[in-house]
């Protein structure tokens, strides 16, 4: 019988974006199941786990959440190599944050492994009146980027976990169709292969 910390796959994912964006929020709503309020902005890098079943497969995601502030992305980039994923985080509120959307993609693509799966979240939905950037506009500049894009809101849950199965269901995929192989950011789980066993976190 498989034990409780059998799984298929482990991904890595890496979080980014700009400060303020709610980065540390979904992390703590997808393990937590609930708002953090009060949140500090994060201090180089945090580090979760979750375990997801995507098409039948258990994943278990291990999640860094990185700092936005510039003065730690020579830090922080050095958790982009060997990610099988990336969430990249603007605030549907703050229009800049989505401008710099950009540049972190091109982090993403020249540091980390090639065919990273790379998922766009708008957070703050809950916020719509107050919104300042179009869900359209930012669906086309995905779309032309080749990138996943997905509104959520970390203070209502919604789309939270969606997220983040997308993205996994994504990383998946590309596994099965051997455009990605096993690496750091990708390793079987001790029920696929009981010689490798789990280093990661005890989450």
Known sequence: MAGER?????????????SGTGKSCLLHYLIENRFKKNTNHTIGVEFGCKRLNIGGKQ??????DTAGQERFRSVTKSYYRGAAAALVVY???????????HSWINDV?????????????????????SRAVN???ASCFCQ????????????????VEEAFNKLAS?????????QLEHTQGIQPGPGRLSTIHD?????
């Open 170 to 178: 994504s990383v998946l995929t590309k596994l099965d169709g051997k």
């Open 6 to 18: 059998e799984y298929d796959y482990m991904f890595k994912v890496i979080i980014i974006g700009e």
């Open 109 to 129: 693509r020249a540091l980390a492994k090639p065919n990273i799966s790379i998922m766009v979240v708008g957070n703050k939905s809950d916020l719509k009146s």
């Open 59 to 64: 994943i278990k995601l291990q999640v860094w």
């Open 135 to 137: 869900f359209v506009e």
């Open 144 to 159: 032309e980027l080749e990138v996943l894009l997905i509104e959520a809101s970390a203070a209502t849950g919604e789309n």
């Open 199 to 203: 280093r990661s976190c005890s989450c």
């Open 91 to 101: 605030d549907i509120t703050n229009a800049e944050s989505f401008q710099k959307i």
